[in-house]
């Protein structure tokens, strides 16, 4: 069964140092692997997502994230973080050729960036 | 830009009520989704629908049907709400455009059953 784990409920940064929330993932197969950020009171954007190629993805606002298949991770990263960053972060994952188009999220981190 | 609307951002219901929830998106997308969201529990699938009339359960479809009779509108129905359905309830669409075509979502709505 597909599932997704994010060990910390939440995250502690202060301004302009680099933050890092973690994902890892267990699929059947090569995974689609998604980041979002919900805001207080929003729906979920999204952030980037990894279908193949290059490891490091680099998607929204300054957000990366890697991709390590041999870990089966895909932690989310900015170098420098703003206050501004406080949200919501869920990571999600599809299996490849999964039909359904169902994607499987995290519990979810909240990340709080403090000035 | 994609957009996903709902029909109401905050909803209070009655025990025993039936409530529908409506969720319109413009980008002429296949697939639509129902999740509710809960602290700790990340979001869970309700149901999703990949074309007009066709409709699957997801991992939680337990008191809730849908309907989808045009391919812009999907529906959430509570038959008979009750206080466990209280929620945050989000809806999202997705293309068929590649396997990798990420989720847009709306706004989302907060129900509270009383």
């Known amino acids: ?115 | 830009d994609v957009k996903v609307t709902q029909s109401s951002r905050y909803l209070v219901k009655r025990t025993g009520e039936k409530v529908f929830l409506e969720c319109v998106q413009d980008m002429d997308h296949e697939n639509m989704f129902w999740y509710r969201q809960d602290p700790g529990l990340g979001l869970r699938l309700i149901y999703f629908s990949y074309d007009v009339k066709m409709k699957e359960k997801g991992d939680i479809p337990e008191g809730y049907s849908v309907s989808r009779e045009k391919k812009e509108r999907f529906s959430l129905i509570l038959e008979s709400a009750s206080t466990n359905q209280t929620s945050m309830y989000l809806c999202a669409s997705s293309s068929l455009a590649g396997g990798g075509s990420e989720q847009y979502f709306g706004p989302g709505t907060r129900l509270t059953v009383t």
């Open chain 1, 1 to 115: 069964a597909q599932s997704v784990a994010q060990p910390e409920d939440q995250v502690n940064v202060a301004e302009g140092n680099p933050l890092t929330v973690k994902c890892t993932y267990s699929v059947s197969g090569n995974p689609y692997l998604f980041w979002y950020v919900q805001y207080p009171n929003r729906g979920l954007q999204f952030l980037l997502k990894y279908i193949t190629g290059d490891n490091l993805v680099k998607g929204s606002y300054g957000f990366e994230a890697e991709f390590n298949k041999s870990q089966t991770s895909f932690h989310l990263k900015k170098p420098s973080a703003l206050v501004s960053d406080s949200a919501l972060y869920f990571c999600a994952v599809r299996a490849f050729g999964d039909s359904s188009y169902k994607l499987i999220f995290g519990s979810g981190t909240r990340l709080l960036v403090r000035p």
